[in-house]
């Protein structure tokens, strides 16, 4: 089993262009969560998906979309970037409100 | 705003010696778990702890959660090396399958 996987790994856009990251669980997971992760700042939640068709907002959600594809894929959208944007993107995804699992992170810079 | 807040935000030690990080949160919680993450890497799940629990191990981790201080403590035993990284404390919301990272604890294990 892969776990969570993210595509892609590293990421440069210039302003006002517009991404997908993609995400992947092979563990049949209810559960998927979108990330950001700034120095000193911690994890802060930008959106998450309870289940298969239904996306809530986080903490974070201004200047994002998402998309739950199916139960395996859930993806964050940048329509415009901005370098406030700049960060380190982290997917998860879990059964219920419990253990999260991790993919390895996108590195995403806007200049 | 963050619901859990990691104390110290950085703590360097000798390896053989124990390291000490603590959590504090504002809310009631069903649990709290605490991740570690290597530099460049995903979080990876330790430990979780329901809050009707007083206290759990894992090897040589140990977790204590106080709900009347709102506080958790996360102990590491004869500290190696490769416990350096960073340790953050996770609680979930009230509503909804979400967690609340807290700032993080930088460790640094010194051989």
């Known amino acids: 089993n892969a776990g969570v996987t993210q595509t892609p790994k590293f990421q440069v856009l210039k302003t006002g262009q517009s991404m997908t990251l993609q995400c992947a669980q092979d563990m049949n997971h209810n559960s998927m969560y979108w990330y950001r992760q700034d120095p000193g700042m911690g994890l802060r939640l930008i959106y998450y998906s309870a289940s298969e068709g239904t996306t809530d907002k986080g903490e974070v959600p201004n200047g994002y979309n998402v998309s739950r594809l199916n139960k395996r894929e859930f993806s964050l959208r940048l329509e415009s970037a901005a370098p406030s944007q700049t960060s380190v993107y982290f997917c998860?995804?879990?059964?219920?409100?419990?253990?999260?699992?991790f993919g390895p992170g996108t590195r995403l810079t806007v200049l | 705003s963050q619901q859990g807040e990691e104390d110290p935000q950085a703590l360097s030690i000798q390896e053989g010696e124990n390291a000490t990080m603590n959590c504090s949160y504002k809310?009631?919680?069903?649990?709290l778990q605490w991740y570690r993450q290597n530099s460049g890497r995903g979080l990876v799940h330790l430990i979780l702890i329901r809050s009707n629990e007083r206290e759990k191990h894992s090897g040589r981790l140990r977790v204590t959660l106080d709900t009347s201080k709102k506080s958790s403590s996360l102990l590491i035993t004869a500290s190696r090396a490769a416990d350096t990284a960073s340790y953050f404390c996770?609680?979930?919301?009230?509503?909804?399958?979400?967690?609340?990272f807290g700032a993080g604890t930088i460790l640094r294990v010194k051989s």
């Open positions: 809310t009631s919680i069903n649990n």
């Open positions: 998860a995804s879990s059964i219920l409100a419990d253990t999260q699992y």
């Open positions: 996770a609680t979930d919301a009230w509503y909804g399958n979400k967690l609340v």
